[in-house]
T-cell receptor, first 114, second 114 residues
Framework: DAGVTQSPTHLIKTRGQQVTLRCSPI?????VSWYQQVLGQGPQFIFQ???????GRGNFPDRFSARQFPNYSSELNVNALLLGDSALYLC?????????????FGQGTRLTVV | DQQVKQNSPSLSVQEGRISILNCDYT??????FLWYKKYPAEGPTFLIS?????DKNEDGRFTVFLNKSAKHLSLHIVPSQPGDSAVYFC?????????????FGTGTRLKVLA
């Protein structure tokens, strides 16, 4: 069975550009969450979507946006990239929201902003 | 404001001995806790979870203990194996908050020595 898949695995962008990261959840999972992990820190929550609706948003600027599609896949968009956006972006899927259930992570997308 | 803290950035243990990883939290609304293991260049892998209605949960070599009064949880690995060498993150969730997110600690790097 396929786990959570993310694309691309690595990405290099220039300051000011826009980026779109993609995530396909585990089959049957209706919830997708996005996290940002910078070196030396734990993952920081960005968004959670369940049944195509935003259910939670972390403390990130409006440059960050996301959406979930009818097939439960998801995209994370970041506009006007800053050097500080360089990080590992993780997607996690779960059958429901995190309420009492574990989330399964993809391998992440390593974004480098130069 | 770090709501979930892992105060030991690293831990070294001999193969076959017990590894004990600790985690403290400050938010009394947290009621679901998880441990994840992360290898370099991979996403976090779910290990074990515990609900606040329990004080212990076991899965094979892994046991998580929860002390609600002290706002402390720990992960015991017995016996430790070289393949357990990784970064371990604890995470917490407030399932009744309506915001579906995990708060992660900063991680503890475990090294199991052969």
């Amino acid at each position: 069975d396929a786990g959570v898949t993310q694309s691309p695995t690595h990405l290099i962008k220039t300051r000011g550009q826009q980026v779109t990261l993609r995530c396909s959840p585990i089959s049957g999972h209706k919830s997708v969450s996005w996290y940002q992990q910078v070196l030396g820190q734990g993952p920081q929550f960005i968004f959670q979507y369940y049944e195509k609706e935003e259910r939670g948003r972390g403390n990130f600027p409006d440059r960050f946006s996301a959406r979930q599609f009818p097939n439960y896949s998801s995209e994370l968009n970041v506009n006007a990239l800053l050097l500080g956006d360089s990080a590992l972006y993780l997607c996690a899927s779960s059958f429901f929201g995190p309420t009492g259930t574990e989330a399964f992570f993809g391998q992440g997308t390593r974004l480098t902003v130069v | 404001d770090q709501q979930v803290k892992q105060n030991s950035p690293s831990l070294s243990v001999q193969e076959g001995r017990i590894s004990i990883l600790n985690c403290d939290y400050t938010n009394s609304m947290f009621d679901y806790f998880l441990w994840y293991k992360k290898y370099p260049a991979e996403g976090p892998t779910f290990l074990i979870s515990i609900s606040s209605i329990k004080d212990k949960n076991e899965d094979g070599r892994f046991t998580v203990f929860l002390n609600k009064s002290a706002k402390h949880l720990s992960l015991h690995i017995v016996p430790s194996q070289p393949g357990d060498s990784a970064v371990y993150f604890c995470a917490a969730s407030a399932t009744t908050s309506g915001t579906y997110k995990y708060i992660f600690g900063t991680g503890t790097r475990l090294k199991v020595l052969a």
